[in-house]
C-alpha cells in the first residue's frame, strides 16, 4: 500500500497510523481522510491486528482543515457536501455510518496518541477514538466558534458524553484550547505521558489489549459500549446475556478459561516452590 499522508506500519499485533504532513501540521484534507480509511480496512481485516494507534508526525496531532480547503468552502458551498459524504457500510450500526463515525463501528480498539496540537477536524476524530492519551506537550479543542463555524462531525453527541455537560458547552461555545493536565481533568484523555514516553505508553496499552484480550471478547465488549448508548437497561441486559451464551460456546472462551486454568496451576506451583521447607 503507498500512502503520501500518512506512515501505515503493522508489528506484534499492532497496527500505527501515522498523520504525516508534519509541514502542515497534518492538516486535514480529503487525501488524508482516504489513506486513513484504508488504512483502518486492512487493520480491521487483518486476524494478526488486536489494536490500533493513531498520532501525529512532527508537533503537532493534527491541525484541523487544510487552510486551503477552508478558503474553497468559504467561496464554494458546494464543496462541504463532498467532505461530509462518507458512509462506510451497511454492516455498521445505522448511527456510526458518518464521516467518523465509522470509527465506532469498528471492532478493533483504537487508541489515539495525541502529540501535540489537535484541533478543529483532527480534534472531532480524536474524540472517535476508544482511548485517548496525550503528551504533555498536547493542546485540544474545538476552535470552530473562532472560525465562524459551530461544531461538526458527531462532536456535539460525544463531547458531552466523554467529558459532562458543563465542560463540553464550555469547550463548544468558547472554542478555547485545553492543555494535557486540563484534558486529563475533565476526562478527554486517560493519561498524561512525558512526550518521548508517548508512544511507548500507546504501544504498551495497545499490546495489553491485543496479546491479552479475547478479539471476539473485545470486539463484543466495544460493540455494546456504544450501542447501549441508544438502549434502555432492559435492552442492554437482553443484549449482555445473549452475546455471554454466544461467547461461552466460542473458542476464544475455552483458550480463555485454559489459560486462566494454566497460570492458576503456574501460580500454585510458585507459591509451594516458595513455602516449601527442605527436609
Partial sequence: MNFTDIIYE?????????????????????QLEDELRS????????????AIIVTGAGRAFCAGLDMGTLSKIASDSGI???LAAAG?????????????????GMKTPIIGAINGACVGMGFANALHYDIRIASDRARMGTIFPRRGLALELGA???????VGLA??????????LVDAQEAYRIGLVTKVVAHE????????LASEIATQCSPLGVAHAKRMVYEHLFADLTTACIDEDETAILMTRSEDFK??????YRETRASLHRQMTVIAVPR
Avoid: Y
Avoid at 23 to 28: G, I, K, L, P, S
Avoid at 88 to 104: E, K, M, S
Avoid at 197 to 204: H, I
Fill in 197 to 204: 514516553e508517548l508512544m511507548p505508553a500507546a504501544r504498551a
Fill in 255 to 260: 483458550e480463555g478459561i485454559e489459560g486462566v
Fill in 80 to 82: 462541504g457536501e463532498d
Fill in 167 to 176: 465542560n463540553a458547552v464550555e469547550l463548544a461555545v468558547t472554542g478555547k
Fill in 39 to 50: 488504512a483502518m480496512g486492512d487493520a480491521e481485516a487483518d486476524p494478526e491486528i488486536g
Fill in 10 to 30: 503493522k508489528a506484534d499485533r499492532v497496527a500505527t497510523v501515522t498523520l504525516n504532513r508534519p509541514e502542515r501540521m497534518n492538516a486535514w484534507r480529503n
Fill in 156 to 162: 456535539s453527541w460525544l463531547l458531552p458524553r466523554i
Fill in 88 to 104: 462506510a457500510g451497511d454492516h455498521l450500526h445505522p448511527n456510526f455510518r458518518g464521516p467518523f463515525a465509522w470509527l465506532i
